[in-house]
């Protein structure tokens, strides 16, 4: 089967190295981001032997009378980011198929993995789909779902992610070259499913009024390799690195954000509901994170999410 591949970063190199292996499927072409053009990518076509094919806009009929020249069956997409339209979607007699983490019709759009953090579940899901011209809308391949433990976090999900994707997308489109392929239809799984946006400059921010539970999410599902949740003490900035939730602390109203117990180990603050453990901080200087230590605030010290005037 002639495969089309356009892609990009670590979460395409595992798949096409399984799509190499696997005989009976041919890469004929690579498509990469037009604004990164991944250097991995540009050898792996040069291993190929196929064309490296850097476009701004693969929509155009330029581009697909390129394509004619090597009559792909299948056309493929592994973290690729242009918006596709119904000339390309349509183009292949296989159709476009597509690799997402997460598990749709949930978790549709950008950032599923710290969005499934954020939500505090207790697992996450690769999905591989027909693309369609909705957003993450088309009928599904394959799906599989993955446990998330409660000392996971964006990193240690990234990693699995990223290999795992490899190997959906691998077993998905050798049944499609199988023909073994049952189509399920998202509206089947549920008429409405969850959409989230890309996650942008300010959604960092933490804020102390919400739940422990929900700090304790929002600061694992966006650390490193993330931003890492922010807050600031009178005009600096700091990023939490990692938090503890308090086993038995009691809900009780007072003053947010506010450190109300210290150790050598870190520093309790007030939330919305009861209080949680900071355990190690970043001072944040031209928005970069460095000098991770033990926090060191004294009671009484407030914790805001946004600095003094």
């Known amino acids: 089967?002639?495969?089309?591949?356009?892609?990009?970063?670590?979460?395409?190199?595992?798949?096409?190295?399984?799509?190499?292996?696997?005989?009976?499927?041919?890469?004929?072409?690579?498509?990469?981001?037009?604004?990164t053009q991944d250097p991995v990518l540009k050898e792996w076509a040069d291993?190929?032997?196929?064309?490296?094919?850097?476009?701004?806009?693969?929509?155009?009929?330029?581009?697909?009378?390129?394509?004619n020249e090597f009559k792909p069956e299948l056309l493929v997409s592994m973290s690729f980011n242009q918006i596709l339209r119904k000339s390309i979607i349509e183009y292949a007699p296989l159709g476009f198929i597509n690799c997402h983490a997460g598990a749709l019709p949930f978790y549709r759009g950008r950032n599923p993995l710290n969005w499934a953090l954020i939500n505090g579940e207790s697992s996450f899901g690769i999905t591989v789909h027909y693309v369609d011209e909705g957003i993450d809308t088309g009928d599904i391949v394959e799906q599989r779902l993955y446990q998330i433990a409660r000392s996971d976090n964006y990193g240690t999900l990234l990693k699995k992610a990223i290999s795992e994707c490899a190997n959906v997308l691998h077993s998905a489109i050798v049944r499609i070259s199988k023909g073994q392929v049952e189509r399920v239809v998202q509206d089947d799984i549920h008429p409405v499913g969850s959409y989230f946006g890309i996650r942008t400059f300010g959604d960092e921010v933490v804020d102390?009024?919400?739940?422990?539970?929900?700090?304790?999410?929002?600061?694992?599902?966006?650390?490193?390799?993330?931003?890492?949740?922010?807050?600031?003490?009178?005009?600096?900035e700091y990023a939490i690195e990692s938090c503890e939730l308090i086993p038995g602390a009691p809900n009780y109203i007072a003053t947010v954000g506010e450190v109300v117990?210290?150790?050598?180990?870190?520093?309790?603050?007030?939330?919305?509901d009861s209080t949680i453990f900071l355990t190690l901080v970043s001072s944040v200087k031209n928005g970069m994170a460095e000098d991770l230590g033990v926090p060191q605030f004294r009671i009484g010290s407030?914790?805001?999410n946004r600095g003094t005037e």
């Open 1 to 35: 089967m002639r495969i089309g591949y356009f892609a990009d970063g670590p979460w395409s190199h595992k798949a096409i190295e399984l799509i190499y292996e696997t005989e009976g499927l041919d890469i004929v072409f690579i498509v990469p981001r037009f604004d």
């Open 47 to 67: 291993k190929l032997d196929v064309p490296y094919i850097p476009v701004k806009d693969v929509n155009t009929p330029e581009f697909l009378s390129v394509m």
């Open 208 to 236: 102390f009024n919400w739940g422990a539970e929900r700090v304790f999410n929002f600061v694992r599902a966006i650390n490193f390799p993330g931003p890492r949740a922010r807050f600031f003490f009178k005009n600096e």
């Open 261 to 272: 117990g210290r150790n050598s180990k870190g520093v309790v603050v007030k939330v919305g």
């Open 302 to 304: 407030r914790l805001t």
